[in-house]
Nanobody, 123 residues
Framework: VVRLVESGGGSVQAGGSLRLSCTVS????????MAWFRQAPEKEREGVAQ???????TYADSVKGRFTISRDNTKNTLYLQMNSLISEDTAIYYC?????????????????WGQGTQVTVSS
């Protein structure tokens, strides 16, 4: 059974930082591409960043220069370092794995999902 468990969410003031983690248990395959998504109230789930096993990372324009996605394959963990947070970053953040291809920010192209972690940024 594959499980993705996010942690590290919380409340922070604008300009602050948070680091999210996503720990994977079970076998998703060594070459699995992973990503972070987020969903704000009454909005669709949107891609934040994607990290292949090796190769180039991809970021949403709204987070470029502020967020950094990384992974430690020895620990089966995906990270999202979020700096210079703004109120618009408030959302539930989800970890996703096993991208099927196509549009990297399309949630339907990922096979496995975590339960999400809340990030709240106050101005």
């Amino acid at each position: 059974v594959v499980r993705l468990v996010e942690s590290g969410g919380g409340s922070v003031q604008a300009g602050g930082s948070l680091r999210l983690s996503c720990t994977v248990s079970g076998n998703i395959g060594e070459a699995a591409t992973m990503a972070w998504f987020r969903q704000a109230p009454e909005k669709e789930r949107e891609g934040v960043a994607q990290r292949p096993f090796t190769g180039r990372t991809t970021y949403a324009d709204s987070v470029k220069g502020r967020f950094t996605i990384s992974r430690d394959n020895t620990k089966n963990t995906l990270y999202l370092q979020m700096n210079s947070l703004i109120s618009e970053d408030t959302a539930i953040y989800y970890c996703a794995a096993n991208w099927r291809g196509g549009n990297w920010s399309d949630p339907s192209q990922y096979h496995f999902w975590g339960q999400g972690t809340q990030v709240t940024v106050s101005s």
